[in-house]
Each structure stands twice: as structure tokens, then as C-alpha cells.
């Protein structure tokens, strides 16, 4: 997201002040003051939401990623650092990784406009981005990209 | 469009500025308004019907309560508190005055950080070498190779990788919780092992990122960290012992 912006050259993100909702979304809802008077707007489908995000994330699927790059580990040539899309193997398999992480990705946003965009037609706003930690190929060409530096 | 209302942000101080250009929820964002009763106010606007989740006005109501934070202290609503009538409000301002003002006294010239830590996924090799039946699984995986057994394989690291992060986290909670004036655990949220907010002095949150990043570098095999801030005071706007369950260090 371009308003993203990293306050220090470690891999902590500090989410930026406008324009994202996804760390602050359940403060937003959880938290803050609740008057009892005043009536409070329905969010079921909120619930459903959450509940989504944590199907995708302990999903099988999951569980056959993490198998996988376990089982390519060779261990005596890896190194400590080594990512899960370089266990993957070469190029080829990267693009098929990222290609599934960005369909995931899609999905779950396709989920977040459904609940939290509703049925709204004329909402035609994106709908949220997952942080980018979720898109492991990135992350390993980030730190490629600052062995070069 | 049909309105309602008033949608409740915050509370803030009867003299606390109100920025001519800022708007609240709805579409055409409805303009602010204060409604104040002796000392304090309310920030209010009118409420779009029917008020839904909707991105756009989660979003609204975070930067409303962002800017309207960087001007003094705020008491934050939750997300989607609309009063019957603006009487109502003024009622109810009447009856909690002292305790917002209290509260308010509480939060002036702090800000909420929040700090998540999620499973650090980088370090497959040191979970394989150091956790011995991971290894038997991923031995078993790989001489009778099938989907059971990847399966099982997978999430024992996942499990792996969850444990090892929370052992982490709760090292790094105490190291942060110095830097702060209270901390309050957040709701669960998926992915993550620890959601934690803390109450940081305005001055201090520079060296509560530096902190921050520390950890994460310390303990970068162990846990990604993901930290928000500086943030309207969600976790602390109630008094001690409420809800949000605050824990104030005593600094």
C-alpha cells in the first residue's frame, strides 16, 4: 500500500496512520467506550469475518505448505534464514507460490468486502490489503534485495 | 440519504478544537458537530441508515478519532454507538462528567501503541533441528510419503511455530510494558500469539519503537512483531478494572 511506511530499517512495519484498518480493526471494534443508551450497530457479519480469516489461516492447506517446504529441507545446506518460497525450490515453483499466496489473498479480501463492504453496490472502494508479510515471496526478495545494497 | 443519530465518536474536553475539514461516516461524509455539557463534549455526526460495518466508515470513524487525538486527550467510542437523540447524549455527558474528566486527566499527553507477534516462519531449519518430533514426522513423511502424513507433519510445525512465538512473547511483553504507563491484553485475533496495547507517554514512543525493534531483532527466528501507534486510547478510555482489563504499571 503506498502509504505504508517503515520507521526504521528492521522488519517491524509500523502501520501508517491513514488508510489501513487491518491491525487496528479489532481495537476499532473491541475496544474503545460503550455507552449503554445508545444503541450499537449489528455486527454479525464482523463475526463471520473473523472467523473466516482463521479457517484460511489453520486451514489443511496450510498444513500441506509447511509439510512441504519441511520435507525439502535439506538440512545440512540450508541456512538458518532460508524462507519458505526458497524452500520451494527454483523459479518456477516460486511464481506458482506467489501466484497461490495472491489467490488467497483474494479470496479473503473478497470475503472482507463481502462483510465489511456489505452488499453495497455503489461501494466500489478496494477492499482491504492483507499485510504483506502474508506474501512470502516478497519478503525474500526484499532481503535479497538488501544483500545487494 | 436518510440519517439518524447522532453517531457518537468520542468524548473529549469542552474546549478541545473541532477541525473544520474533518468528516465522519457516511456517504456524503457527514461534517462534525460538539455537543458540549460543562466540561466536556461530545463529537457527534449524523449516522447514515441503516450504519453497517462498512469499510469506509470503520475508516471514518479511526481517522476522525486520530485527528481529534492529536489535538489533547479523547475518550474513544467504540465502533457504531448511535444515540436516540442529541438530549440523550447531553444526558449522558451530565451523569459521567467526572469520570471522563478523570479519564481524561488519565490520557493526556499518552497515546496507545499496540503490539502484535505472529509465528515467525523463516526458520524451518532451526524448528526441524531443535524439536526432535518434528523430525520423526518429517522422516515419516518422507519414507512413506502420503497425505496423512504431510498433513500431520504440517501441523506439528504450525503448532511448533505457535508455541515457540508465545514463549518469545511473553519475554518481550515485560521489556515493552517498561516503556509504558499500563498495558491491556487486546482481543484474540487470528495468526497472532500475542495483541497487546500499551499506554505510552507521548515522548516515550519514539523509545518504544526503538524497543520494539530490538525485540524483533532479538528474536526475529521466534516471532514476526507488528506494531500500531500511535493510536487513539481505545484499550484505556475506561477506568481501572473495566473491560478493556488495563493493567497500570504504577509508572
Known amino acids: 500500500m503506498a502509504t505504508t511506511t517503515t520507521y526504521s530499517s528492521s522488519e517491524v512495519v509500523y502501520v501508517p496512520r491513514a488508510g489501513t484498518l487491518y491491525d487496528t480493526l479489532e481495537l476499532i471494534l473491541d475496544r474503545g467506550m460503550v455507552i449503554d443508551v445508545f444503541v450499537r450497530v449489528s455486527l454479525v457479519g464482523i463475526e463471520i469475518l473473523k472467523i473466516d480469516a482463521r479457517i484460511v489461516v489453520a486451514s489443511v492447506d496450510t498444513y500441506l505448505k509447511f509439510a512441504e517446504a519441511c520435507n525439502r529441507l535439506d538440512l545440512e545446506a540450508t541456512s538458518r534464514s532460508t524462507t519458505i518460497p526458497e524452500l520451494f525450490g527454483g523459479k518456477a515453483a516460486k511464481a506458482v507460490g506467489k501466484r497461490k499466496v495472491k489467490k488467497t489473498i483474494e479470496s479473503v479480501g473478497d470475503k472482507l468486502r463481502d462483510v465489511v463492504g456489505g452488499s453495497d453496490e455503489e461501494d466500489e472502494e478496494e477492499p482491504e490489503e492483507r499485510p504483506r508479510r502474508r506474501t512470502a515471496p516478497a519478503k525474500s526478495g526484499g532481503r535479497r534485495k538488501r544483500e545487494t545494497e | ?251
Request: glycine letters at 6%.
Open chain 2, 1 to 251: 440519504m436518510t440519517t439518524a443519530g447522532p453517531y457518537v465518536y468520542g468524548i473529549v474536553a469542552g474546549d478541545h478544537p473541532l477541525p473544520a475539514e474533518l468528516r465522519g461516516v457516511g456517504r456524503p461524509a457527514a461534517p462534525l458537530e460538539s455537543l458540549p455539557v460543562g466540561a466536556t463534549a461530545a463529537v457527534v455526526s449524523a449516522a447514515p441508515v441503516p450504519l453497517r460495518a462498512r469499510r469506509r466508515d470503520l475508516l471514518a470513524h479511526q481517522e476522525v478519532l486520530l485527528r481529534l487525538a492529536l489535538d489533547g486527550p479523547t475518550l474513544p467510542m467504540r465502533f457504531g454507538m448511535v444515540a436516540p437523540d442529541a438530549e440523550t447524549v447531553r444526558e449522558q455527558l451530565r451523569a459521567r462528567q467526572e469520570r471522563d474528566l478523570r479519564a481524561l486527566e488519565r490520557l493526556a499527553g499518552r497515546v496507545e501503541m499496540n503490539v502484535k507477534a505472529l509465528p515467525a516462519t523463516g526458520a524451518l531449519a532451526a524448528l526441524v533441528a531443535e524439536e526432535p518430533r518434528i523430525r520423526q514426522l518429517r522422516e515419516a513423511a518422507q519414507s512413506h510419503p502420503g497425505y496423512e502424513a504431510n498433513v500431520r507433519l504440517g501441523e506439528a510445525v504450525v503448532h511448533a511455530l505457535e508455541r515457540r512465538a508465545a514463549d518469545v512473547a511473553q519475554r518481550i511483553v515485560p521489556e515493552l510494558a517498561a516503556r509504558a504507563v499500563a498495558r491491556a491484553t487486546g482481543p484474540k485475533v487470528s495468526e497472532a500469539v500475542l495483541n497487546v496495547s500499551f499506554l505510552v507517554d507521548r515522548q516515550d514512543v519514539m523509545d518504544f519503537r526503538a524497543a520494539v525493534d530490538r525485540m524483533s531483532g532479538r528474536y526475529r527466528d521466534w516471532v514476526e512483531l507488528r506494531a500500531a501507534g500511535p493510536l487513539p486510547c481505545y484499550s484505556f478510555a475506561e477506568p481501572e478494572g473495566a473491560p478493556a482489563a488495563a493493567a497500570w504499571t504504577g509508572a
